[in-house]
């Protein structure tokens, strides 16, 4: 059986999705139960992958390729996991905020994510203040992760953290905030409750924040 | 030195009387701020206010001056790209795209559209005829009427930025491995339109070319030197040898990790060290003597959030780092975009007069 779980791992590390595919299909019928192979095999191979990417050995194809065949798997897995009602490590909104439309941080981070064991709600680009706020309320998030990628609309960052506190769904959240002219010192100064150079240390954040 | 000769020296990696300074991007809102609301200026009087050395970017003004009609039997789709209705110097394609406009008014690329084989036909629909004669007839009549004595460059592409842009980072990334084929057969085809352009720009009175190509985020490059080589660097090396004059490439990002790959391309200069993402000073140890360094004025915060005197103290700093020796050409470390402070503006003019002469 740990044969098979780390068949899982090193095929998902390496990106390859047919293969990770049928060894999920044999470690279920060998009577593996789905939420280990999630638990033992996928969201390892991500922290791997992550890691890989984090430090630079990894580069962006070979992180989404990683991130693909996990979401597959999961993709299969899912049936099984709604019987054996297993529930999702924490739930995180993400969005890229209002006047900006560039999504490709965003969307690595909502991989990574997603890979790490997260639901993700995504938001999409160009999010207003008042549309992260409807979806706290709705969703009812742990974290609202926020992206920027112009300094033109960092300030939409500040403003969103505003709104929170003016709607009173601030303390209900996390706030993280990151995209490249973003730093730890604009974080403080806005009052998010973290920041993050890359996407898989984002993850690492959330996971600490949940204790 | 004319500033023609100063931005040649230093292109050559040389020592000029002063540091030059050029601008791959110079928005025309934050120029138009700069001189007093003005929209009949000059490139050369622009120039000359800024203490700038050449350009290659838009003006406002044009249309009355030089560009010419459509005849009006031969309207087609690519008309804005043939007759040019104010300044520009952009032999650019478009992005293969569905594209949506920011509040702003910038352009942004929603959505890639070269997905799959299939969608390759979208080139005949999306390509401007590299050999339509009317876009190079009124930009070389615009090079005789404005160059005066500053350095005029065209802005082209080697064609990954448009390779990239038009498939779309995620669906690139995931191609080279499901097909790796298509993602050479795309790059090739912007390739070689580029390749068609610069056989008529080779001869025209440019002095020099700038290839906006973005390879990289700040963290890393998209792809690694293995990937670098196999799928980007064979199309690469095809336009750079079909380029006749010295030239710039351009991209954002961290770019350490294929930098010696990109530099067997033999251009001369790099642009824009973006600070965020590359250490100048190891920029200047390790590669000055191999490439012109431009850039390196933080967007990120100085001249869009910092103060007058931060603007200084950085100008100060990347002189005496970059500026050592020659083959550096202060720049912003993107841009100079609309929403710069123009007081920031000001200060890297004053500084780069104050600190610039060698």
Redesign the interface.
Known sequence: MADVLETIKEQCIK?KRVEVLTEVKRALAEGVDAKRVMLEALIPAMSVVGEKYSS?EF????M??GA?AMSEALQFLKPYLVQASYEKKGKALVGTVQ????D??K?IVKMMLEGGGYEVVDLGV?VSPESFVAAIEQEAPQFVLMSAL???TMDSMRRTIQTLEASGVRQKVRVGVGG??V?QKFADEIGADFYN??AYGCVEKCNQLLG | MTPKERVMTALAGGQPDQVPWVEGEFEQALQIRLMGGRTDYTPGELCRAMGMDGFGFHFPIGADAAASKPPHAAKSAHDDYYYPQSITFDFTPPWIAEM?K???GRA?V?KGLLVDRDSLRLFDEFMPDPDHPARYETVARWIEQYREDYAVYARIRLGTASTIESMG??VF??T??DDPDLVKEIHRRFSEWSIRVLEHLNRLDLDFYWAADDHA????????LE?YDEFLYPYQKMVADAIKKPWALHSDGNLF?ILDGLLKLGMDAIHPIQP?AMDIGKMKAQYGSRACLIGNID???TL??GTPEEVDAEVKERIAVAGKGGGYIISSGNSL?D?CKIENVWAMAQALKKYGKY
Do not use: E
Not at chain 2, 217 to 224: A, H, I, L, R
């Open positions: 990106g630079g580069f962006l194809p070979q989404m390729l693909r006047g900006d439309f560039h490709i941080g969307n160009d112009i300094t033109l490249a002219p730093t150079a890359d | 949506g920011d509040s702003t942004f929603k980072l995620d990334s995931l080279m491995y985020d700040t963290k890393m490059p998209w792809v690694n990937m990790p965020s967007l990120d915060y869009t959030r975009t929403y």
